[in-house]
């Protein structure tokens, strides 16, 4: 069964970077579109960023600028690379398929940002 387990978050200022990386069991990232999603408190879960296997991208006009997300394909890893952080930045970062259908979710990566 393939297992995705993101990492690489933390806390951060507002204005600060991180970079969070997503490494699966398998081979799925060589394959299929793969995207990052975050959860808020209280919040429904909402899509970030997707790549394609061609490497083209989409992102969500809040992140437009500010998130990069690439993939490393021999290493079976997806980054997403955060800048200019925002406190409503703040969620659960997860990695999985873009778009559904998904396959079993990893742990997330916590993201804090302070004003």
């Known amino acids: 069964q393939v297992r995705l387990v993101e990492s690489g978050g933390g806390l951060v200022q507002a204005g600060g970077s991180l970079r969070l990386s997503c490494a699966d069991s398998g081979s799925i990232v060589n394959f299929f579109a793969m995207g990052w999603y975050r959860q808020a408190p209280g919040k429904a879960r909402e899509s970030v960023a997707g790549?394609?296997?061609?490497?083209?991208?989409n992102y969500a006009d809040s992140v437009k600028g500010r998130f990069t997300i690439s993939r490393d394909n021999p290493n079976h890893t997806v980054y997403l690379q955060m800048n200019s952080l925002k406190p409503e930045d703040t969620a659960v970062y997860y990695c999985?398929?873009?778009?559904?259908?998904?396959?079993?979710w990893g742990q997330g990566t916590q993201v804090t940002v302070s004003s």
């Open positions: 999985n398929t873009f778009p559904p259908p998904f396959i079993s």
């Open positions: 790549i394609y296997p061609g490497g083209s991208t």
